[in-house]
């Protein structure tokens, strides 16, 4: 049960789009559709961002997307906002276990 | 919707035993899978557990198994995780979360446990 691979950290201006990627293997990430992201502000609780790769529960802004090509996801935050400063984590299925990212801290600068 | 409220966090010696709750707002929260997830102090979100609908399907995180053990009461609508042998890097804000979509859509509060003598 390794954590994916997550970027320690990733920035854009306002208005810019930025994309962070998870990697994993074959027995999570790439064997599975059930890839989903969390944001998580300081001292807060994480929040649901994408389900099943690419999937935007209600209130979910459509500035947040989701994508994966292998054993690799990746969420696009495009229109970047004051707001989307947080840490993301990954999160994948994985026969019966789940495993997390390592976590993503995104600056807005 | 439904809230999850987290209780039971502390301060314990290591190799001491806690148990920690997580009470429903409403009777739904027994028709999901529910998880607990940690996070040290610092730290990224680990996963620690999850419980079937009826509590007859449970599974852990290989640093926790053996030690810890997830199990529900459906009529008070509370999930619980009964921790033994605890270790300093158990050290953690513990949160329980709904299972949904093979995701987890609904969070509570977190509960801080600290294991140090």
């Known amino acids: 049960q390794s954590a994916l691979t997550q970027p320690p950290s990733a920035s854009g201006s306002p208005g810019q789009s930025v994309t962070i990627s998870c990697t994993g293997t074959?027995?999570?990430?790439?064997?599975?559709?059930?890839v989903s992201w969390y944001q998580q502000h300081p001292g807060k609780s994480p929040k649901l961002m994408i389900y099943?790769?690419?999937k935007r529960p209600s209130g979910v802004p459509d500035r947040f997307s989701g994508s994966k090509s292998g054993n690799t996801a990746s969420l696009t935050v495009s229109g970047l906002q004051a707001e989307d400063e947080a840490d993301y984590y990954c999160?994948?299925?994985?026969?019966?276990?789940?495993?997390f990212g390592t976590g993503t801290k995104v600056t807005v600068l | 919707e439904v809230e999850l409220v987290e209780s039971g966090g502390g301060l314990v010696q290591p190799g001491g035993s806690l148990r920690l709750s997580c009470a429903a707002s409403?009777?739904?929260?027994?028709?999901?899978?529910i998880h607990w997830v940690r996070q040290a102090p610092g730290k990224g979100l680990v996963w620690v557990s999850i419980?079937?609908?009826?509590?007859?399907?449970?599974y852990y995180a290989d640093s926790v198994k053996g030690r810890f053990s997830i199990s529900r009461d459906s009529a008070k609508n509370t999930l619980y995780l009964q921790m033994n042998s605890l270790r300093a890097e158990d050290t953690a804000v513990y949160f329980c979360?709904?299972?949904?979509?093979?995701?987890?859509?609904?969070w509570g509060q977190g509960t801080t446990v600290t294991v140090s003598s």
């Open positions: 979360a709904r299972a949904n979509n093979f995701a987890m859509d609904v």
């Open positions: 409403e009777v739904t929260f027994n028709h999901y899978w």
């Open positions: 419980i079937s609908l009826d509590g007859g399907t449970t």
């Open positions: 074959s027995s999570d990430v790439g064997g599975y559709n059930y």
């Open positions: 099943e790769v690419n």
């Open positions: 999160s994948s299925y994985a026969d019966g276990l789940y495993v």
